[in-house]
C-alpha cells in the first residue's frame, strides 16, 4: 500500500474512539505493516496533538500494537462539526483517499451532514456512520436522502460491528461450502431459527442513550436484523459488496413481524435488582439517569416470517437483553425431524440443531446417534469445532473496510429504512401498551415463561 488513507474521527475526544475505534486501528496496523494511515482527530474539548497522540498510544497498548502508533501522522483539531465554517476549515486541503468517521451521536451525525456541502468533501470520501441511523422509517429515508445529495450510496458505510463478527461471516462458510446444509437451507428441512445476543452487562452508565433506545432499538433493530439477514439471504454471485448487499437488502423486504400480530409475536421486559456473578445490580429503574416514566425494556424479544418461496412459515426469533445470567449469545438453527423412524430405534428423534456462537467463536451441530449401551436406543450427541476468535476484532474488520473503501460490511441506505420499517407495529404495539412490559431478576435468565432457554 503505497498512500496513506487519512482517517477523520469525528468525536475524537470520546469514548467510543478510545475503546473500540482506535485499539481497532492499532490492531488493523500491527497486522498489516504496509498499510499507512494518517489520523486527524476533531472534537470540541480544547486539545492538543500531544493529547491525541497520548491516547492513540494508550490505546494501541491495549491491542498489543503501541509501536504501530509511531507509523501514524497524527494531528488535533478543535471542531464543532455542526458548523460549516468549521468543517471547511478542517477538511480543506484534504487529498488521497480520506475517511471521515462519525464517532458522535446521532443528532450530532445528522446536523453534521446538514452542515456539510458536496464542495467540502474530498473526491471519493467515505463517510462512516454509526448506528442507530435516524430514529424511525422516515427520519432514515430524510438523513439517506441528505446523504444522497453529498456522495453516492458506494461512499457511504454505515456501520455494523456485527457484521464483521467472524462468526457472522462463519455462515456464508458452513450454509454455502457444505453440500450437507446448503440444499437443506429452507422450509423444507428447518422449523425455526433463534438468534440471540444476552448480556451480562447492566446499563453501565450508558443512561443518556439507551434509556430512549431500549433493547428493541439497540440491538434487534440495529443489529439482530443484519445477522437475521446474513442467514436467510440467497446464495449471491460474489462476496463483491453490490452482490451480498442485494441479497440480504431482499431477505430485509420480505421480513414481517410474525402473523401481523405485534401483540403476540413480541415479548418486553426489564430487569429489577439481583445479582450478576457476584455483582449486585439495582433495578434498572433506580440506575443513574433512568426516567421510570418512559417504560424502556431491558430485553427484547420479536418473531419474524421471512416471506418468500425459500423461508414462509419458519418462525425467526430475535432476542437480546441485559443482566442476564448464562446469557447466550447464538445463532440457533432448528432442523425438522425425519418423517419415520424404523420400528424397533427406541427414543427422542427430535431434528438436528445447529448452533453459531456469536463470541467465543464456535460451532456446533446436535445429532441423533445410536446409544453406547443399547444400540437400539437413541441418544443425542453433538459434534463441535472451535472456530478461534478471528483474526481482527469486529471494528478492525470495519475500519479496514472503511479505509479500503469497500462498503460490504456496512449496512445499504434502502436496508437501513426496512428495519426500521420491520419494527415500526412492534413499536406502535409497545407504545399502546397492548405488551405487557414484564420484569426480571438482574443475574436470573428472564421470566422464566419466555420460550428460549439456553
Not at 469514548?15 to 496496523?29: I, M, N, V
Not at 418461496?309 to 445463532?331: D, I, Q
Request: glycine share 8%; proline share 6%.
Amino acid at each position: 500500500m503505497d498512500a496513506a488513507t487519512t482517517l477523520v474521527i469525528f468525536g475524537a475526544t470520546g469514548d467510543l474512539a478510545s475503546r473500540l475505534l482506535l485499539p481497532a486501528l492499532g490492531q488493523l496496523l500491527a497486522s498489516e505493516p504496509d498499510r499507512r494511515v494518517n489520523l486527524i482527530g476533531a472534537g470540541t474539548e480544547d486539545w492538543s496533538d500531544a493529547a491525541l497522540k497520548k491516547v492513540v498510544r494508550t490505546a494501541f497498548a491495549a491491542s498489543d500494537a503501541e509501536a504501530a502508533a509511531d507509523r501514524v501522522d497524527i494531528s488535533y483539531q478543535q471542531t464543532d462539526i455542526t458548523k460549516a465554517a468549521d468543517l471547511k476549515r478542517l477538511l480543506k486541503g484534504l487529498k488521497g483517499q480520506v475517511a471521515l468517521y462519525f464517532a458522535v451521536p446521532p443528532a450530532v451525525t445528522a446536523a453534521a451532514c446538514e452542515a456539510l456541502t458536496p464542495e467540502m468533501l474530498p473526491e471519493g470520501v467515505m463517510l462512516a456512520m454509526e448506528k442507530p441511523f435516524g430514529t424511525d422509517e422516515e427520519g432514515a429515508r430524510e438523513l439517506n436522502a441528505r446523504i444522497a445529495a453529498l456522495v453516492p450510496e458506494q461512499q457511504v458505510f454505515r456501520v455494523d460491528h456485527f457484521l464483521g463478527k467472524s462468526t457472522t461471516l462463519n455462515l456464508l462458510g458452513a450454509r454455502f461450502a457444505n453440500r450437507l446444509l446448503e440444499p437443506n437451507w429452507s422450509a423444507e428441512s428447518i422449523d425455526s431459527v433463534t438468534i440471540v445476543y444476552d448480556e451480562k452487562l447492566g446499563l453501565e452508565g450508558r443512561a443518556g442513550y439507551y434509556d430512549h433506545a431500549g433493547a428493541l432499538v439497540d440491538m434487534i433493530q440495529s443489529h439482530l436484523l443484519q445477522v437475521l439477514a446474513v442467514v436467510a439471504m440467497e446464495q449471491p454471485a460474489t462476496l463483491d459488496q453490490a452482490d451480498f448487499r442485494e441479497a440480504t437488502s431482499a431477505v430485509l423486504r420480505a421480513t414481517r413481524i410474525w402473523d401481523d400480530d405485534p401483540a403476540a409475536s413480541s415479548r418486553r421486559a426489564r430487569y429489577t435488582a439481583g445479582s450478576v456473578d457476584g455483582v449486585e445490580k439495582p433495578s434498572y429503574i433506580d440506575e443513574p439517569g433512568v426516567d421510570p416514566a418512559r417504560n424502556t425494556e431491558t430485553l427484547a424479544e420479536a418473531t419474524f416470517e421471512v416471506r418468500n418461496a425459500r423461508w414462509a412459515g419458519v418462525p425467526f426469533t430475535l432476542r437480546s437483553g441485559k443482566a442476564l445470567g448464562n446469557p447466550g449469545r447464538e445463532v440457533v438453527v432448528h432442523f425438522k425431524a425425519v418423517r419415520h423412524v424404523p420400528v424397533g430405534l427406541r427414543g427422542s428423534a427430535a431434528g438436528a440443531v445447529l448452533r453459531l456462537s456469536l463470541g467465543p467463536d464456535q460451532i456446533s451441530l446436535e445429532l441423533n446417534l445410536n446409544g453406547a449401551d443399547d444400540p437400539f436406543v437413541l441418544e443425542r450427541a453433538t459434534l463441535s469445532a472451535d472456530l478461534g476468535p478471528g483474526e481482527l476484532l469486529a471494528y478492525a474488520e470495519v475500519l479496514s473496510g472503511i479505509l479500503d473503501a469497500d462498503p460490504m460490511l456496512s449496512v445499504r441506505g434502502d436496508a437501513a429504512e426496512q428495519c426500521w420499517r420491520i419494527l415500526e407495529p412492534v413499536l406502535a404495539a409497545w407504545a399502546g401498551d397492548e405488551v405487557p412490559l414484564e420484569e426480571y431478576a438482574a443475574g436470573s435468565r428472564g421470566p422464566e415463561h419466555w420460550p428460549y432457554r439456553r
